[in-house]
């Protein structure tokens, strides 16, 4: 019962948060982002243990939250630019940690069918529409920003191989995959809106994918702990 709790707080306190950014208020979002991630671990350690036992936990899960909670701390900072890299660096503990977890959370990658490869081609789209606009205004960040889109990549793959095994199909997949690819669409629009020229809503656009992102990879990987 106390996992649904935290879901509950965890959902006003997003939906707070994303009324902040419209809002443009630094005081609801100083308040609000840091504490996201944290309700998502107890939302998925307590899940896990409520369901299941904490043995059950998976820690590489947790880990990879901690770093989205770097990340959103250094990136809702002020003077951004000064913080962008160790985000961005914070962020991609993010992805390894989920990239570990994935991999080995497949134990059999003998029935992935070949035609299961065409599910990336949506995050390829969204690659190729968007790297091209800015990479090339990266200037000195451009290694540490293809060396973070290759590792989000390798993720949302990572989390497409996880089709190959008959214990993960169904909603441990989907969920996984769909917070993959809306991880991948948030990182690129921050990257459009930082380097390309800010677009309409693209505040509300980045964090909403992005909470969607974090939420479905964890109720994903919760599923996964029951299997």
């Known amino acids: 019962m106390i996992e649904y709790i ?9 939906i707070i948060e994303i009324f902040g950014e419209f809002k443009e208020n630094t005081k609801i979002i100083y ?15 307590f899940g896990v243990i409520e369901t299941t036992s904490i043995t059950r936990v998976d820690w590489l899960i947790v880990v990879a939250l901690i770093g989205g909670m770097g990340g959103d701390i250094f990136l ?3 003077n951004e630019d000064k913080w962008f890299l160790p985000g961005m660096g914070s962020f991609l503990i993010n992805q390894i940690f989920y990239i570990i977890a994935f991999f080995l959370s497949i134990t059999d990658y003998v029935a992935f069918n070949l035609w299961g490869l065409l599910l990336i081609i949506p995050a390829l789209l969204i690659l190729a529409f968007t790297v091209p606009r800015f990479i090339n205004k990266t200037e000195d960040m451009k290694i540490p920003v293809l060396i973070y889109m290759v590792a ?32 991948i669409f948030s990182d690129a629009s921050i990257a459009v809106n930082k380097w390309a020229g800010e677009f309409k809503n693209a505040r509300l656009i980045i964090l909403t994918t992005y909470i969607l992102a974090q ?9 996964t702990s029951l299997l």
């Not at 308040?31 to 350690?45: D, Q, R, S, V």
């Not at 993720?155 to 993959?180: E, W």
């Not at 990879?217 to 599923?223: E, N, P, S």
């Open 6 to 14: 935290f879901l509950v707080i965890f959902v006003i306190v997003a």
């Open 152 to 183: 989000i990549l390798v993720m949302h793959i990572s989390a497409l191989l996880r089709m190959a095994d008959p214990r993960l199909q169904g909603l441990p997949f989907v969920l996984i995959f769909i917070g993959s690819l809306s991880f």
């Open 31 to 45: 308040i609000t982002k840091p504490i996201l991630m944290p309700l998502l671990i107890l939302f998925y350690i």
């Open 76 to 78: 809702m900072l002020k």
């Open 215 to 223: 939420f479905y990879i964890v109720l994903g990987a919760l599923f």
